[in-house]
């Protein structure tokens, strides 16, 4: 289409449009992202912070996950959305009575950025939960870093997390 023709008729924005040239200024992309999960059921003390072994890349669009110290660490300065579920269960002879996971900037964690569940421990349930958080995370692109903390308490025993369903994603927003 000429660009007269532009000029002088309305666009109706239902027609199909080739361009040959280079169009600039339209969308931007949200790299760099990641998307991470435990590679097998972590086992989680009570009521005590644990440090959740995100070990496993499905998607690192930029190195910029750890697989050794957990962490994303991304180089390009900006806003990132960054989710988090965490899935514990109790071993047999226990019941879940809080579980809650939180996503931290720099070792420290995000106000308002905790999920928590209870159950109560005297009734059947608790063998299972599930909790989610996410934030808007500002990083600085050098040193700036996201982690992921879970923390549960079990009536006794153990608790674990859940290899198949805890799993951390973000990705930088376009601006």
């Avoid at 002088?8 to 998307?35: H, M, Q």
């Avoid at 299972?128 to 025993?157: E, R």
């Amino acid at each position: 289409m000429a660009i007269d023709k532009i000029q002088s008729e309305s666009i109706n924005l239902a027609d199909n449009f080739a361009f040959t040239g280079t169009v600039s200024g339209a969308g931007g992309v949200n790299t760099p992202a990641f998307a991470v999960n435990i590679d097998a059921h972590q086992t989680i003390s009570s009521a005590t912070d644990t440090v959740i072994a995100m070990n496993q890349e499905t998607l690192d669009t930029a190195g910029a996950f750890n697989l050794s110290n957990y962490r994303f660490t991304p180089q390009v300065a900006g806003k990132y959305a960054i989710y988090l579920t965490m899935v514990a269960f109790a071993d047999a002879n226990s019941r879940l009575q809080t579980t809650m996971c939180g996503i931290r900037k720099n070792g420290s964690n995000l106000e308002n950025h905790l999920a928590q569940a209870e159950v109560d421990s005297s009734s059947n349930n608790g063998k299972k939960m599930v909790v989610n958080s996410h934030a808007i995370v500002t990083l600085n692109g050098s040193s700036d870093y996201v982690d992921f903390l879970g923390y549960v308490v079990v009536s006794s025993g153990v608790a674990k997390l859940h290899v198949d369903m805890t799993s951390a994603m973000g990705f930088k927003l376009t601006e």
